[in-house]
């Protein structure tokens, strides 16, 4: 009774603000009662940890110092240097040490944006095994593509900016493995490199860290977000080459609206997350290494964050030449981005999609064990046998599982198929050949103004 009571009274409040706002103008489109499951929020979460990540790193505007330039301060006589440290490392140090709850907003961004980046992963995953790239979702899903790539280039530029000896080893590794991309390298180098100073590497990773890179991802997430207005969730994976998915103007009437019900859900969410965000950066705070020009730090091996030790360990491989590792990453990010195009299949359950299923797991297991091998072996050259011994089980095993449950899944699936035909007198709709009902009328984007959606032929 105190549930149906306060979700009354909750009603009856919002809907005094809706009509007084005229929140339905620019509210978010209804979502259907099966999707409250953390599985199809995903994306959501994404957008929460890069909020964070936009209001943590304001508040660390105010006290960074893009800058090379020598600073004798506390920080400097702290390290018991004779020399000062570099401005940046300096107001690192300051942020730890000095500002109140420092280490914790630092920290937690730096987190933060490990988590962006995973989150993003698990966002890109789920569509990728669910068909959601399919029609007519296509741009969305290439629009994310380039989300991901720019969530990266976000954590790449801000590796640099606290400007200790081991990120600018790494930075340097990282430039000359761009710069040997044919056509784009020697074009964007000058822009990177500058005059060939420190002080202007900085200031460039800086400024495509706090500008260039958050306006691009602001604007791909308004396309990602405007690609979902129009076309809503996708609809569960399904193996019917006739399954609708797109829902209609009836269909979001009968929906959960955006306000209150699916903003509090998300809201619930963001508040879990920051939570444990903190958490981890309280418990365990980022240490700050020593800065640029140190000579305590020629013994440092150098290492990239954990999301870019997979390329780095892949120039390790006998044979491997940077012009190879560069041309191998952008042969896989083409094949994400024009994903949708490849995979023309009407059908979006996993088992009716096992190439692809077998890629997918092949570059999952692929990142998996680069990556651990990469933290465990940093700059340590690997010969061709010990590649082919770690690398070539994985494909074959996951090509062996793949197969033995595509036969087993596709046994079971057309048998149950059979059964329902019979019993309900209906025509075969798994067999390729089975002709398709004519398209139901789409139903159009709503109005930037507002409004229902219309109806179009």
């Avoid at 009571?5 to 489109?29: V, Y």
């Avoid at 590796?159 to 000896?165: E, G």
């Avoid at 006998?318 to 191998?328: F, M, R, S």
Wanted: with cysteine.
């Amino acid at each position: 009774m105190l549930g149906r009571s306060f979700n009354r009274n909750l009603n009856r409040t919002w809907g005094f603000i809706e009509e007084r706002a005229g929140i339905p103008k620019w509210e978010l489109r209804p979502q259907p009662e099966f999707t409250f499951k953390p599985s199809y929020w995903t994306g959501a979460f994404v957008v929460n940890a890069f909020l964070y990540q936009v209001v943590s790193g304001l508040l660390l505007l105010l006290y960074y110092q893009p800058s090379t330039n020598p600073t004798f301060t506390a920080c400097g006589q702290a390290v018991g240097q004779i020399s000062a440290a570099p401005a940046a490392w300096c107001s690192t140090y300051y942020i730890i040490n000095s500002v109140p709850m420092g280490s914790l907003l630092l920290s937690s961004h730096l987190y933060g944006a490990y988590a962006m980046i995973f989150l993003l992963l698990v966002h890109f995953y789920r569509g990728y095994y669910l068909g959601v790239y399919k029609k007519p979702r296509e741009f969305s899903w290439m629009v994310g593509s380039l989300l991901l790539l720019m969530t990266l280039g976000m954590g790449f530029t801000g590796y640099l900016l606290p400007y200790t000896q081991l990120s600018y080893n790494a930075t340097q590794v990282g430039i000359v493995l761009a710069l040997r991309l044919p056509t784009v390298g020697p074009l964007t180098g000058p822009f990177i490199l500058a005059d060939g100073t420190g002080q202007e590497l900085l200031s460039r990773m800086f400024a495509a860290h706090v500008l260039l890179i958050p306006l691009a991802l602001g604007a791909l997430l308004y396309a990602h977000i405007a690609l979902f207005e129009s076309h809503g969730i996708a609809p569960p994976a399904t193996s019917d080459p006739r399954q609708r998915r797109t829902y209609t103007a009836k269909d979001d009437e009968k929906h959960v609206p955006f306000w209150p019900h699916i903003f509090f859900y998300m809201t619930k969410w963001a508040l879990l997350y920051i939570g444990l965000l903190f958490g981890i950066a309280a418990l365990w705070p980022w240490q700050l290494s020593t800065y640029v020009g140190n000579l305590t730090a020629a013994q440092q091996v150098t290492e990239p964050d954990w999301y870019f030790l997979w390329e780095f360990k892949l120039v390790d491989f006998a044979g491997v030449t940077p012009v190879i590792a560069i041309g191998a990453s952008t042969a896989i990010l083409l094949f994400i981005l024009f994903l949708p195009f490849l995979d023309r299949s009407p059908r979006t359950h996993p088992r009716d999609r096992p190439f692809f299923v077998f890629v997918g797991n092949s570059l999952m297991g692929f990142f998996l064990i680069m990556t651990v091998w990469g933290g465990l072996t940093p700059g340590v050259q690997i010969p061709a046998s010990q590649v082919a011994l770690r690398l070539v089980p994985i494909f074959l095993v996951n090509a062996v599982v793949v197969a033995a449950f595509y036969v087993r899944y596709q046994r079971s699936y057309r048998a149950r198929l059979r059964a329902r035909e019979r019993a309900l007198r209906l025509p075969g709709i798994y067999s390729p050949a089975a002709p398709l009902p004519p398209a139901a009328p789409a139903i159009a984007a709503r109005p930037p103004g507002g409004g229902p959606p219309e109806a179009t032929p």
